[in-house]
């Protein structure tokens, strides 16, 4: 498995960044890529999941209504659209598949295995 997570950069409050994550090798029961965030100084935390198969997507509370993920399958993509960015927003993220999306009650559950080299973002004015 492949996964290369990309499109970080230095945005402004209020601005937008669409991250990448190019997917390869992904056996046939993972069934979904999953989005974390780890924040300076912090742990670890999702922030969006699609589920291939039933086309369901899932968002923590803290960015729902301004995160969209999104599924590219001729380019074997993810994207994940980051609108009204807040400074809090600052920090590495990370893409990585899973069986399923293990959302429970607004929170995500960490996939097992390591984790890649993700992409920073900053938001800062």
């Known amino acids: 498995v492949q996964l290369q997570a990309s499109g970080g950069g230095s945005v402004q409050p209020g601005g937008s960044l669409r991250l990448s994550c190019a997917y390869s090798g992904i056996p046939s029961n993972y069934d979904a890529i999953v989005w974390f965030h780890q924040a300076p100084g912090k742990e670890r935390e999702g922030v969006s999941c699609?589920?291939?198969?039933?086309?369901?997507?899932f968002y923590a509370d803290s960015v729902k209504g301004r995160f969209t993920i999104s599924r590219d399958n001729a380019e074997n993509k993810v994207y994940l659209q980051m609108n009204s960015l807040k400074p809090e927003d600052t920090g590495v993220y990370y893409c990585?598949?899973?069986?399923?999306?293990?959302?429970?009650?607004?929170?995500?559950?960490?996939?097992?295995?390591?984790w890649g080299q993700g992409t920073q973002v900053t938001v800062s004015s």
């Open positions: 699609i589920r291939f198969s039933l086309s369901t997507t």
């Open positions: 990585k598949t899973d069986h399923f999306c293990r959302y429970y009650s607004g929170r995500f559950l960490s996939p097992s295995g390591s």
